[in-house]
């Protein structure tokens, strides 16, 4: 009998079609608003979510940070307003996304020094980086490569910073999370008029975070790929996490 597949492959099996054709354009679509609506989908605790990342996100004068999947450059911002003497980076795929993102940063006298480019190949030499977080988007990843990515471009001692929804650990969490999580899709959708790339990856929302990972068995995987003195956060019962790991010195 064959082996059974591993979490990351069963899923690389199941969604890489989204992932290599579909999720550009939706985040295309959505670039525009897409931190107005996740506010109202989050009832808004956008934010909230946000002070609880960089919570565990321990900063000095002159660390070279590092944000991937950067997306609107919400972490890059903030941890900028915190140590204005940061070097930040930041990596996304999608050139609407960072194209908000960039604005975002200039609109308040930010360098963010950004680039449009595969996580999975981080474009960095080894060693480089004090910080790397990823907010909002391993549920999108291929993980085994990106963890790999990640733990090459730290710094020794260096620490990786990671929030995202994940798969609630109790089975009647899960279930009130999918059915609000689907009134949000469609109620988004249509408050926003998203476009046909959007409407089109509802149920990979859905299907995509009901095979993903708890925050207890996201700290199993961080550990597996040798990051040591991992810790993490439940927020609302495990529908979000939130993790700390460090490179080995």
């Known amino acids: ?5 591993s979490k990351e492959a069963q899923r690389k099996q199941r969604f890489s079609h989204y992932w290599q054709n579909d999720l550009d354009p939706v985040f295309t679509d959505v670039a525009s608003y897409y931190d107005r609506a996740n506010q109202v989908a989050s009832l808004g605790l956008w934010n909230w979510f946000l002070r609880h990342h960089l919570d565990l996100v321990e900063t000095r004068p002159g660390m070279r940070a590092l944000d991937i999947c950067a997306g609107t450059n919400a972490v890059g911002i ?14 996304d795929r999608n050139v609407a996304m960072q194209t908000v993102g960039r604005q975002r940063a200039q609109e308040r006298g930010m360098v963010i020094r950004a680039t449009i480019g595969d996580v999975h190949q ?4 080894d060693d480089h980086f004090d ?19 990640v733990r090459r471009v730290l710094k020794p001692g ?6 995202d929804m994940l798969r609630p650990p109790h089975p009647r969490v899960a279930k009130l999370y999918f059915g609000y999580l689907r009134f949000c899709l469609n109620f988004t959708a249509a408050l926003f008029r998203s476009g046909e790339p959007a409407l089109n990856c509802r149920q990979y929302f859905i299907d995509a975070l009901d095979n993903f990972y708890s925050p207890e068995e996201f700290s199993d995987l961080l550990r597996a790929h040798g990051m040591v003195k ?6 609302l019962a495990g529908m979000i996490g939130v993790h700390r790991a460090q490179k080995p010195l």
Request: aromatic share 10%; hydrophobic share 45%.
């Open 158 to 163: 260096g620490h990786f910073h990671h929030c």
């Open 122 to 125: 981080l474009p960095y030499p």
């Open 1 to 5: 009998m064959d082996a059974p597949l």
């Open 230 to 235: 991992v810790v993490h956060k439940s927020l």
């Open 78 to 91: 903030a941890l900028l307003k915190r140590e204005p003497t940061l070097e930040a980076y930041a990596l």
């Open 131 to 149: 910080i790397v977080t990823l907010q909002w988007a391993s549920r999108h990843l291929r993980l085994d490569e990106v963890f790999e990515e």
